[in-house]
């Protein structure tokens, strides 16, 4: 998906990140939850692919069936629901893994970490589909070559995705909400700061008050499955 291909860019961009999912029930890299053996690192990095494919494998494949088992959120919904009122005017970026958003409805997502549910060869770089689970010695469906598909996943140190395409649409938008994104982090930080150069008004969803400065022109703080679709009500109540 691209906003050039829209008559004109978005009005709104929605910045999501780990929280939302995580209040859905999805978290994927809970260090509560991660197998015997096996730390963060291991299943984020190049290196750690490069070590133990398999078990680094597996671990998405586990992710991937505990996905299917998940259900979008109130918040994944009423996002889906503004932008079905407001058609081709909303941009959703997210650094989650899921396909959530997606589930609920919403039609313009971009995943600027990677999909959960799809995988790249490292030969020919295309991607595919994958539902099912990934072993380390399976053929790309593309170009048929055996034991180089890996998780289409942003490694740390590799570039995010898609990001001249987030900075488009920054630079036209009239209203930024980030939620669950960390405000104090990157990519957020720098989206933010995209945003009010192109003078938007901001808004940010916290599960929680927090002490941490003012960066937005709004901060809201509560249960996502409350607080979100409270405000897209009262956007569209605008319209």
Request: one cysteine or more.
């Amino acid at each position: 998906m691209s906003t050039t291909a829209w008559a004109k860019s978005p009005a709104i961009v929605i910045c999501t990140g780990g929280a939302l999912s995580q209040e859905a029930g999805f978290a994927p890299f809970d260090p509560q939850r991660m197998p015997p053996g096996l730390s963060l690192e291991d299943v984020v990095t190049r290196e750690g692919f490069d070590r133990e494919p398999a078990r680094v494998h597996e671990f998405y494949n586990r992710r991937r069936r505990e996905l299917s088992q998940v259900r979008p959120g109130p918040a994944h919904e009423a996002l889906a629901v503004l932008d079905t009122v407001r058609s081709h005017e909303v941009l959703v970026v997210t650094r989650n893994l899921d396909d959530l958003h997606e589930r609920a409805g919403s039609k313009a997502v971009l995943h600027t970490h990677g999909e959960l549910l799809q995988a790249r060869c490292m030969i020919c770089t295309k991607l595919s589909e994958r539902l099912d689970d990934i072993a380390a010695d399976a053929a790309c469906p593309v170009c048929g070559n055996v034991g180089h598909l890996r998780p289409h996943i942003v490694w740390v140190g590799e570039e995010p995705l898609r990001m001249s395409t987030v900075y488009e649409a920054l630079a036209h938008c009239g209203l930024f909400l980030a939620i669950g994104a960390a405000g104090g982090s990157e990519p957020a930080r720098s989206f933010l700061a995209a945003a009010r150069r192109a003078g938007a008004h901001t808004v940010e969803f916290r599960r929680e008050s927090s002490g941490a400065p003012v960066l937005y022109d709004e901060h809201i703080a509560g249960p996502f499955a409350e607080s979100v679709p409270a405000h897209v009500k009262q956007l569209i109540a605008r319209l």
